[in-house]
C-alpha cells in the first residue's frame, strides 16, 4: 500500500528567508518508499481567493484542490508571521 502524502511548499525566495521550509524537502527525502511525497511548489501563482470563482476556479487553483483531495496526508509548514500564518498560505487554504 502506497501512502500519499502532499506538501504545500512555498517560492524558494520565501523559503530561503525561512529555515522552517528545509524540512519539507527532508521529509521526501526520508519517506518510506511505500511513500509518495508530491511538493507543490506554485502557491506563489495561486491567484488571491475569490469565492465568485469557486465553481469555475483557475487552472492552478484546481490543481491545488485536485491534489489535496486525492493525498492520504497534507503537511503545511508556514513561518510565524504576524502571530500566524504567512498570507500565501492562509490564500492557498481558502
Known amino acids: 500500500m502506497t501512502l500519499d502524502i ?3 511548499d512555498i517560492d524558494a525566495d520565501i523559503q530561503a528567508c525561512f529555515p522552517v521550509f528545509s524540512g519539507l524537502g527532508t521529509v521526501k527525502r526520508l519517506a518510506p518508499a511505500s511513500t509518495e511525497v508530491y511538493l507543490f511548489t506554485e502557491l506563489g501563482d495561486l491567484p488571491l481567493y475569490n469565492p465568485g470563482l469557486e465553481n469555475s476556479p483557475p487552472a492552478i487553483a484546481a490543481q491545488l484542490h ?3 483531495a486525492s493525498a492520504d496526508a497534507l503537511l503545511v509548514a508556514s513561518p510565524k508571521y504576524a502571530h500566524g500564518a504567512t498570507g500565501t498560505i492562509k ?4
Open 6 to 8: 502532499f506538501i504545500a
Open 66 to 68: 485536485n491534489e489535496v
Open 91 to 94: 490564500n492557498a487554504l481558502d
